[in-house]
């Protein structure tokens, strides 16, 4: 079946709007010649004369009547569709946008990231859900409008991706614990016992591997999830964790964190999306105030990690 030409629905939507040829012609900024010749085109198609001769002028056929409103409609929707994006109102955007993210996310950046997004756009609702693995299937379905996270092997090839902030492991403990005073060492942080974090249950990872050429490797007394349940089984005993320092900033206020006495690669948390989003003004907008908000949230952290820094340093030099 051979593809119908769309154009045809201008002039016939100029036709039965003026009910002239020449003045649809002068419409459409045509010749009356070319005009006819699209009139019989439309003829030929449609299999109905459309507009017939009364005196000196065109009436409309009972089955132009019937299509001068879906005609008028379908003109309307498709200019609609290829007129340039709006600029974007944010006092009167009304609308919810998802946002999946590790354990630790909206705790360090979620204060921030609500409070900005609800003083430029008040009619705008984040959703936080949970990320309980890599999957980027929600973003390819809809489901969700934003994730965070390493992009790994996993990550779909057609999403988007941009870097939020860079972050590395350290080490938690509850204060007062034995690690908290003197110097960290391989052998020290080896010999405790530790909190692994892992969504698919392994004991083993990038820490053991730096580990291995001191000789040393660390006792797992446990395995968790997420990095919530890490810190508040180190909070309550004298077990270990070890996590990211930036993504957690909010979740270990109270505890004592230290670097690792090893070296392990740092990690970029980046922003993903998918490509059908990328144009989109409002989801161009969020993006824009994930970052914001990543970066100045960054930097109070690190200047508060500083100051952290130097007074427990401070206190260990008294201790000793």
């Known amino acids: 079946m051979a593809i119908p030409d769309l154009n045809l629905l201008i002039t016939l939507d100029a036709l039965l709007a003026e009910g002239s040829v020449a003045r649809a012609a002068q419409r459409l900024r045509l010749s009356p010649s070319a005009m006819s010749r699209a009139l019989a085109r439309l003829r030929e198609t449609t299999g109905d004369p459309l507009l017939v001769r009364a005196g000196r002028g065109l009436v409309p056929t009972p089955r132009a009547l019937e299509l001068r409103d879906r005609v008028r409609q379908l003109v309307q929707d498709g200019e609609a569709v290829l007129r340039p994006a709006e600029a974007l109102d944010l006092g009167r955007l009304a609308r919810t946008f998802t946002l999946r993210s590790s354990e630790g996310f909206v705790e360090t950046f979620g204060p921030g990231l609500i409070a900005r997004v609800g003083a430029e756009a008040p009619g705008v609702r984040l959703c936080f859900a949970q990320k309980p693995d890599k999957d980027t299937a929600p973003l390819r379905e809809g489901a969700v409008d934003l994730e965070t996270g390493v992009v790994g092997t996993t990550t779909g090839p057609?999403?988007?991706?941009?870097?939020?902030?860079?972050?590395?492991?350290?080490?938690?403990?509850?204060?007062?614990?034995?690690?908290?005073?003197?110097?960290?060492?391989?052998?020290?942080?080896?010999?405790?016992?530790?909190?692994?974090?892992?969504?698919?249950?392994?004991?083993?990872?990038?820490?053991?591997?730096?580990?291995?050429?001191?000789?040393?490797?660390?006792?797992?007394?446990?395995?968790?999830?997420?990095?919530?349940?890490?810190?508040?089984?180190?909070?309550?005993?004298?077990?270990?964790?070890?996590?990211?320092?930036?993504?957690?900033?909010?979740?270990?206020?109270?505890?004592?964190?230290?670097?690792?006495?090893?070296?392990?690669?740092?990690?970029?948390?980046?922003?993903?999306?998918?490509?059908?989003?990328?144009?989109?003004?409002?989801?161009?907008?969020?993006?824009?105030?994930?970052?914001?908000?990543?970066?100045?949230?960054?930097?109070?952290?690190?200047?508060?990690?500083?100051?952290?820094?130097?007074?427990?340093?401070?206190?260990?030099?008294?201790?000793?």
Not at 161 to 173: E, H, N, S, T, W
Not at 255 to 271: D, K, M
């Open 158 to 320: 057609e999403l988007r991706a941009q870097a939020l902030f860079r972050d590395r492991f350290i080490g938690v403990v509850r204060p007062g614990h034995p690690l908290s005073r003197d110097e960290i060492t391989p052998a020290r942080y080896a010999a405790g016992r530790h909190i692994a974090v892992s969504r698919r249950g392994l004991d083993r990872g990038g820490i053991d591997d730096a580990l291995k050429p001191f000789g040393l490797e660390r006792e797992i007394a446990t395995i968790v999830g997420g990095f919530s349940t890490a810190l508040a089984l180190a909070r309550a005993s004298d077990l270990i964790a070890s996590v990211p320092e930036r993504h957690t900033a909010a979740l270990r206020s109270d505890l004592f964190g230290f670097p690792l006495p090893v070296a392990t690669p740092e990690l970029t948390v980046s922003l993903l999306w998918h490509p059908r989003l990328d144009a989109d003004p409002a989801h161009r907008w969020l993006r824009g105030c994930v970052r914001e908000v990543c970066a100045g949230q960054t930097v109070a952290s690190q200047t508060t990690d500083s100051q952290t820094a130097a007074s427990q340093t401070a206190a260990v030099s008294r201790t000793a």
